[in-house]
């Protein structure tokens, strides 16, 4: 009897474990999905519906709120600024930090751990700290009004983290395939380049995406290096839009609504590649 119900007793807990978390995968999605709907729901009314009727359907339908957006050249100035800062940012973090990563995974050299440690401490100094020296230094370099000059620090700032994510990976592929590839005569670079990037392809897959995503939503940096509307950025955007048509709030949840889906629509398709990036990272750690 008591073997029985001790075999019984976890199938018992099944149900209510699964029940469980299927609520909590409901109210999670309800957290993120009624303020999504609203938005966009709200992007179609007028400010005198939003205050009459707030939670009701559109009446009428304004679709003149997103038409007007999608029309201005402003806008898809914007997505180009971010489009262009984002993907030059990541192939410059991908890129160093992966030699770097490379150089700290597979080579033993005197002061590696503490070289190491030096370049991990870079996670614990915010963003917000180095500012004013920062921008200092690209007024010094004429950085000023210049992508390079959010590029550039962004990349600096992404290493730490790219470059502890990337050496685990490396440092999990067995020595064994170095001693063969170079006895087959492959030079380290050789091995780096032919077989040690397409083996960490997960990796180099999620990194990307969180570097890309950490640029997309910069604010900070872009506000203090343009001066120029013609370098603005989509959340720079977002912020002069809200003060030319502080009053029109219908509009401005419209321009909010058509600010997220380029960066909603990457998540989606990038989704796989940063999962898969992360859970082969758990199980060879």
């Not at 957006?69 to 600024?81: E, R, V």
């Amino acid at each position: 009897m008591s073997a029985n119900r001790h075999r019984q007793s976890p199938t018992s807990g099944g149900p209510l474990r699964s029940l469980s978390l299927h609520a909590i995968v409901v109210i999670t999605a309800l957290f993120v999905g009624v303020p999504l709907l609203y938005g966009v729901l709200g992007g179609f009314k007028t400010t005198r519906q939003l205050s009459s009727n707030p939670l009701g359907l559109p009446d009428p339908w304004v679709p003149e709120n997103y038409t007007s957006i999608l029309a201005s050249g402003s806008f898809w100035q914007m997505l180009w600024n971010s489009t262009y800062i984002a993907v030059l940012t990541t192939l410059v973090v991908v890129a160093v930090s992966a030699l770097a990563a490379f150089v700290f995974a597979r080579f033993a050299f005197r002061g590696r751990e503490a070289l190491f440690t030096m370049f991990a401490a870079g996670l614990m100094f915010p963003f917000a700290v180095a500012i004013l020296p920062l921008f200092v230094l690209l007024r010094m370099f004429g950085l000023l009004d210049n992508p390079l000059g959010v590029i550039l620090p962004q990349a600096a700032f992404g290493m730490p983290m790219t470059i502890i994510i990337l050496r685990g990976f490396f440092r999990a592929i067995p020595g064994e395939i170095e001693e063969a590839a170079i006895l087959d005569g492959c030079s380290p670079f050789g091995f780096f380049w032919r077989i040690l990037l397409p083996m960490a392809r997960p990796a180099i897959a999620t990194v990307s995406v969180l570097a890309v995503v950490n640029s997309w939503n910069q604010f900070m940096l872009p506000l203090v290096v343009f001066s120029d509307d013609s370098f603005f950025t989509i959340p720079l955007g977002v912020q002069q839009f809200q003060g030319q048509y502080a009053t029109d709030i219908a509009r401005v949840m419209a321009y909010i609504v058509v600010a997220m889906l380029p960066a909603l629509g990457f998540y989606a398709v990038a989704e796989r590649q940063l999962v898969s990036g992360l859970t082969a990272g758990a199980v060879k750690g």
